[in-house]
């Protein structure tokens, strides 16, 4: 395998542990937990994960020996730079405390426990993708584990395997099945535990004992380097604005990271839009306004940073996609006779008056994607709309209305973005590849402990890493019950933009100033190697959250 000067010189380096692992450990335990919401439910359909205490590992002088284990690993949902290194945390914190433990890799997500299709991960396997980026020691998948059955079937290759524990690196959803899977087991005195850890680019799993989620960090600090780049692009040719939309799903963290990271002129919160009940005409004016006044300073140029869930956010769009999902659903016998030029006039024929004034409104473009791209349940994926040239062609016609009217003296030419991919696989900074190793080695003590339906913890990360706090969290104590396809489940809390926290607070006090003012900010690309302030710090999100 061909490898660049950074892969080499970065695979040396040794990921920073909390001093609290860098020796043998005892278990703390806390006081009982309780889910956030629904307890008794919760209680009752989680009987032997219910209640657990937190665990927080201290350093113990004393060294402990442990018999040789061997734990089952898996990789779920979509990419997060540093998943490599939760794996290389749980090799070298299992090796550790017996040199003949064993991991094991299930191949493309759960999917690869369900089929029984894995892989041992051996040291030369294990040093190969110490502090690279991606998810392709063992590839990645989003089989949802749900059914008794795959857990059933999962058992059969984990008692083949003699494996005594599985640890799930995923999501909200991931890790909520993966306590699912640890009630079961234990229900069924298998003796199989269960341990979930906190990925995601979207940074939407964390709560008071999840501080973040592995990942966030690298993603935003990539799309906030390309940000900056086309940030100065602009104020250097200063004649196009910049519609750049942003990974993250329902939640608007990433968008907002970026924003605290470069200045935008503009950044869209969804969160904000539904709390507000904006309309898609209140986004648009907005827009068009900052431009207009720009215009009016002589400044035909700027950057809108959008997330890309923006559109299920927007109470009216909600209501009409509502509508076309049933209608579309009942009528598609009929929809698919109809001419495809005609197929715009039919539906706003068909719809309730609201939302045919709203569907006449949009783009050729984004009406069709509305009409058209639906998943297997019969719903729009509404990640598919290319939201950022939705805004920029309704900006384009609002303002050449306010041109004829002359309330717009400028000139309006965009270009569009959209950033996901560029960053989920990126090498892991610094923060990203010493969180990973540490959740991955507190895993693996959470294993020797014998404990099941915890994620790992890592806490205090806005402190140097040797100050770091390591442990475990009941999952259940992450709970509450939401309707999911139409039945109400115990799920782990999403956690959304708050409107009330720090980061946004932080945006709202500057962002008409950012909008007037070209007062970009260039952060460059990440760095490896080099002076501490420069290489280690955290995000802008996570030291505000943090700050007491
Ligand atoms: P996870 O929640 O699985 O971590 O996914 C993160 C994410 O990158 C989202 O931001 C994005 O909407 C989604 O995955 C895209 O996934 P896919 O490439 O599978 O369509």
Not at 26 to 43: D, F, L, P, R
Not at 226 to 235: A, S
Not at 359 to 373: I, T
Not at 501 to 528: L, N, S
Request: include cysteine; charged fraction near 25%; hydrophobic fraction near 40%.
């Amino acid at each position: 395998m061909t490898k660049s000067a950074l892969q080499i010189a970065r695979a040396a380096y040794q990921p920073k542990l909390p001093k609290a692992l860098k020796s043998a450990v005892v278990a703390a335990e806390g006081a009982a937990t309780q889910s956030v919401a629904n307890q008794e439910e919760i209680k009752k359909l989680f009987p032997n994960t219910y209640g657990m205490p937190l665990i927080k590992f201290e350093a113990t002088g004393e060294s402990v020996s442990f018999p040789a284990m061997n734990v089952g690993v898996i990789l779920s949902g979509g990419q997060a730079p540093g998943g490599h290194n939760v794996i290389s945390g749980i090799f070298d914190g299992i090796k550790k405390l017996n040199k003949d433990s064993k991991l094991y890799g299930f191949i493309l997500g759960p999917g690869g426990l369900v089929d029984h299709n894995y892989m041992e991960l051996t040291a030369e396997i294990v040093d190969e993708y110490r502090n690279t980026g991606g998810f392709d020691i063992i590839g990645s998948g989003r089989t949802k584990l749900e059914e008794e059955e795959q857990f059933d079937k999962g058992y059969e290759i984990l008692k083949e395997l003699n494996i005594k524990a599985l640890v799930i690196i995923g999501g909200d959803d991931s890790n909520t099945n993966a306590c699912v899977l640890a009630e079961y087991y234990a229900a069924k005195k298998y003796g199989v535990q269960v341990i979930g850890c906190p990925k995601t680019i979207d940074g939407d799993l964390k709560n008071e004992m999840i501080e973040t989620s592995f990942g966030f960090d690298t993603a935003c600090k990539t799309y906030s380097e390309v940000i900056g780049n086309i940030q100065r692009d602009c104020n250097s040719a200063r004649k196009y604005w910049h519609f750049i939309k942003l990974m993250g799903r329902s939640a608007s963290h990433i968008a907002l990271e970026c924003a605290l990271q470069v200045q935008p002129n503009m950044c869209i919160i969804s969160e904000e839009v539904e709390a507000k009940d904006m309309s898609l005409d209140d986004i648009v004016a907005g827009i068009a306004k900052v431009v207009a006044d720009r215009a009016a300073q002589g400044n035909n140029f700027g950057t809108v940073l959008i997330p890309e869930g923006l559109v299920e956010f927007i109470p009216a769009m909600k209501r009409l996609i509502s509508e076309l999902n049933d209608f579309l659903a009942a009528n598609a016998e009929e929809f698919s006779q109809i001419k495809k030029s005609h197929q715009r006039d039919y539906i706003i024929r068909k719809l309730s008056p609201e939302n045919a004034t709203i569907y006449a409104s949009l783009p050729e473009g984004v009406a069709r994607q509305l009409s058209l791209d639906r998943d297997p349940h019969g719903n729009v994926q509404v990640s598919l709309i290319e939201t950022e040239k939705l805004l920029s062609e309704m900006v384009a016609t609002k303002l050449a209305q306010w041109k004829e009217e002359g309330k717009f003296v400028g000139k309006f030419a965009a270009q569009h973005h959209f950033f996901g991919y560029e960053g989920r696989c990126a090498a892991p900074s610094n923060f990203d590849a010493d969180y990973c190793y540490s959740l991955g080695y507190a895993a693996s003590a959470l294993i020797a402990n014998g404990k099941t339906g915890y994620m790992s913890s890592v806490r205090n990360t806005t402190a140097p890493a040797d100050e770091w706090i390591a442990g475990g969290v009941p999952i259940t104590m992450m709970m509450n019950m939401e309707r999911r396809h139409g039945e109400m489940k115990p799920v782990i809390q999403k956690a959304l933009v708050k409107l009330e926290g720090a980061p946004f607070k932080t945006f709202v006090a500057q962002r008409e100033r950012w909008a007037m003012e070209t007062d970009y900010v260039y952060p460059g690309p990440i760095q490896y190697f080099g002076p501490t302030e420069v290489c280690d710090q955290p995000t802008k999100t996570l030291q505000l959250e943090q700050a007491k």
